[in-house]
């Protein structure tokens, strides 16, 4: 049995797709993704689609939530933060995938799909999150909004409560080789982050979407070969 974690798809079904095909996946594997199915990429739909279609037939998929996709839950009730989500966020490229109008518009299975991301989850010695732990709570894994949002926590790092679990996380991207480089890091630093930025891959470096596998700790990478043209350029 293999576990494979992924992140931050952010739309890019194409590569997405294409990442599940050079993984070879079968149903003896575990899926875990680290939250952010949506925004800037031109087919969030379809990525989410793809992971329903897999625990319909048969995939084990655990799915966690990334701050983009609780920012779409944000935008649908918060009328003043509806324009920064459409216009900053890549919501734009989200409404278009979904072909709708409006948020309201997209089917409540969606909506469902939403609601029902887990915060975070621990796999043997990982524990997985989008986008980190924060040290300062009396209890890191306690679900908590900061686990969407945190970035540069490194240094806050409570190694004797981590003891010899590993941490795995996306949402800041960051270039294959700084991923390659924390994997041989792992045992010492004790954190991996595997978001590739796949949807900046006008980036050096960048756009990559990366699938780990926890068990023989190894990297997958698919260049992204998603249309992102609209979001950089829109």
């Known amino acids: 049995m293999r576990k494979f974690a992924i992140s931050d798809i952010h739309g890019c079904f194409l590569s997405f797709e294409a990442l599940l ?25 379809k990525v989410i689609d793809k992971i329903l279609e897999l625990k319909a037939n048969g995939h084990s998929a ?16 918060d009328r003043r933060f509806y324009s920064q989500w459409y216009n900053g966020w890549g919501g734009k490229q989200t409404l278009e995938g979904f072909g709708v109008q409006s948020i309201n518009q997209i089917e409540g299975k969606y909506i469902d799909f ?19 732990l924060d040290f300062n709570l009396n209890d890191p894994l306690k679900p908590d909004i900061n686990m969407l949002y945190l970035r540069n926590w490194y240094d806050q790092i409570n190694f004797d409560w981590l003891g010899n679990r590993k941490i795995i996380h996306g949402h800041t991207p960051v270039k294959k080789m700084r991923i390659e480089f924390m994997l041989e890091r792992l045992d010492q630093d004790q954190v991996l982050d595997i978001d590739g930025g796949c949807f900046a891959k006008h980036l050096t470096g960048k756009g990559y979407l990366c699938a780990f596998e926890m068990v023989n700790r190894e990297l997958f990478f698919q260049k992204n070969i998603d249309d992102v043209s609209s979001y950089w350029e829109g």
């Open 62 to 77: 655990i799915c966690l939530a990334g701050n983009h996709d609780f920012a779409l839950l944000d935008a649908k009730t």
């Open 114 to 132: 939403f609601n029902s991301l887990e915060m975070v989850c621990e796999v043997d010695d990982f524990i997985l999150v989008h986008a980190g």
């Open 21 to 45: 095909e050079k993984i070879a996946l079968t149903t003896a594997d575990e899926l875990y993704f680290l939250g952010d199915y949506i925004d800037r990429g031109p087919d969030s739909k």
